[in-house]
């Protein structure tokens, strides 16, 4: 079997890392045949592999089977379409694209079904979220009720955001922590719970930092179930907090790091609170410590499926036209915020991209410090412009 020839697209934090899996040979049967980047410090990283300054010169290299795209947001549609165009498999980083009607327009780009095409939702390798889904389907909290997401431990410094000219802006990014720290917990709702019916939010505009994006989200989800879920992140708050629970009618799941605390009802709530006759009762229960263990190198472990998917047709992570729901509900959330208003979904494509088209022509572009330092490999942070 000759090894997948993988060019990566966009050689800034997290390419750097993709391209470091390959050439340290971390993923089986693939190799590091090229690498793209505008910025020649960024080439200089791997001086072993084919260099190329764009990506439609990549692309038609020859030289390649398949790319991993990371670049920053409004480009993964256009390179993710050459690329389809091109006969070659396509693994595309976070979000797949900004907004919804774009985001259709590239799954729709992939005719030819025998391409892989995946995206990097690798937060679904984690053994805590992969039990915690296992636990939600099982039945075992019966129908779910309440679902808590905080996620306000995404800290960054008006530095962070002053390190690249396109980053919190609508023009460069479009949207702030829901298009760049978001997409892996937005995804990790629609995996376990799907989309909702209607959402509320409230995500002020440079709360913390001096950006024209969102640095904060406060929305509210209702599932046409009647589940309703609360999530709140923030990139201005510390030491901040990681909690995740889940409420159901038997019970209630806290996610931890190392387990997941599970208090198990007795009876069905539902049922216990028709049938007492005790105005003051509740259900019995008892706590069950359910243990995680194993570890992953979860981009790895992405990438390596991506890579035993186009040698024999084994399943992928996530396939790209999952990521369809992450960009719906976030652009729902903006929309919801923005515009003072409960946004029903299926979310109106063409509504947001009218009002994102709006949002970028009233952008303003930010001065540049590149003398701050990157931020860590498995963040968002792109050199490629």
């Known amino acids: 079997m000759n090894p997948l020839r993988i060019g990566v697209i966009g050689i800034g934090n997290i390419g750097t890392l993709h391209a470091r899996n390959l050439f340290e040979k971390k993923i089986t049967n693939a190799e590091l045949a090229a690498i793209c980047d505008a910025n020649p410090a ?8 084919k260099h190329f300054t764009s990506p439609d010169e990549l692309i038609a290299s020859g030289v390649v089977d398949a790319v991993i795209v990371s670049v920053p947001h409004y480009d993964h549609v256009p390179v993710g379409k050459m690329a389809l165009a091109a006969g070659l498999h396509v693994l595309m980083e976070k979000p797949i694209a900004v907004h ?3 985001a259709e327009e590239l799954i729709a780009a992939h005719t030819d079904k025998k391409l892989v095409f995946g995206a990097m939702f690798d937060t679904r390798t984690e053994p805590r979220y992969i039990k915690l889904r296992e636990l939600i389907r099982s039945g075992e909290l019966g129908p779910i009720r309440r679902i808590n997401w905080i996620i306000t431990t995404w800290f960054r410094s008006d530095a962070y955001y002053a390190s690249s000219g396109w980053r919190a802006t609508w023009a460069g990014e479009g ?12 995804d990790l709702l629609q995996w376990m719970f799907g989309l909702p019916k209607r959402v509320r939010a409230f995500c002020p505009i440079g709360k913390f930092h001096p950006i024209e994006v969102e640095d904060e989200v406060n929305a509210i989800l209702e599932y046409a179930d009647g589940a309703t ?8 708050e510390a030491p901040g907090s990681d909690r995740r629970e889940i409420v ?11 387990h997941l605390e599970f208090t198990r009802t ?22 069950i410590r359910i243990p995680i263990t194993g570890t992953t190198a979860r981009h790895a472990t992405v990438l390596q499926a991506f890579v035993d998917a186009v040698h024999n047709g084994t399943p992928l992570v996530a396939e790209a036209h999952e990521g369809l ?34 949002k970028i022509t009233e952008s303003t572009p930010k001065s540049v410090k590149p003398s701050v330092a990157a931020a860590p490999a498995g963040d968002m942070a792109k050199s490629f412009q």
């Not at 609360?230 to 201005?236: D, E, Y």
């Open 100 to 102: 919804k009607a774009v």
């Open 248 to 258: 159901g009618d038997r019970g209630r799941v806290i996610v931890h790091a190392d």
């Open 229 to 236: 879920a609360v999530l709140v992140a923030s990139t201005g």
């Open 42 to 49: 960024a080439l200089d990283r791997f001086p072993q592999v």
């Open 175 to 186: 949207g702030g922590m829901l298009v760049n720290q978001l997409p892996h917990d937005l």
């Open 266 to 287: 007795e009876v069905s709530t539902a049922e216990f609170c028709r049938t007492t006759t005790e105005g003051f009762a509740r259900p019995g229960s008892w706590d």
């Open 325 to 358: 729901a992450s960009v719906e509900l976030a652009n729902a959330i903006i929309l919801s915020s923005q515009e003072d208003r409960t946004v029903e979904l299926p979310l109106d494509a063409g509504a947001y991209d009218a009002f994102l088209q709006k």
